[in-house]
């Protein structure tokens, strides 16, 4: 089992930035992807961003694209979503994830572990 812990959540007026963290911990022994979703009330969870074992590639949905940025420390076990310009539309519960299994990284069916989710307000 990996357990996946986020941090890094608030409120935060439109334009600010905040960064999110997720730390991965248990057996964590192989590659895996790790992935950032959100999930705002009434919709579904979407893909946010996404990044190679080696952290040499990236992933982001076309709505983040030039304002996050998903980065990876080098022992691998924990990956940050930097959020600058924030927008009321970004507010959601954002949800880090672990894919052993590969697939298409912009599917949630393709993630083996989740966290728990960590509530990003921005307002207006």
């Known amino acids: 089992q990996v357990q996946l812990v986020e941090s890094g959540g608030g409120l935060v007026q439109a334009g600010g930035s905040l960064r999110l963290s997720c730390a991965a911990s248990g057996r964590t022994l192989g590659t895996y992807v790790m992935g950032w979703f959100r999930q705002a009330p009434g919709k579904e969870r979407e893909f946010v961003a996404g990044i190679s074992w080696s952290g040499s590639t990236t992933y982001y949905a076309d709505s983040v694209k030039g304002r996050f940025a998903i980065s990876r420390d080098g022992a691998k076990t924990t990956a940050a979503l930097q959020m600058n310009s924030l927008k009321p539309e970004d507010t959601a519960v954002y949800y880090c994830?672990?894919?052993?299994?590969?697939?298409?990284?912009?599917?949630?069916?393709?993630?083996?572990?989740w966290g728990q989710g960590t509530q990003v307000t921005v307002s207006s």
């Open positions: 994830a672990a894919s052993f299994s590969g697939g298409d990284y912009r599917r949630t069916a393709s993630y083996d572990y």
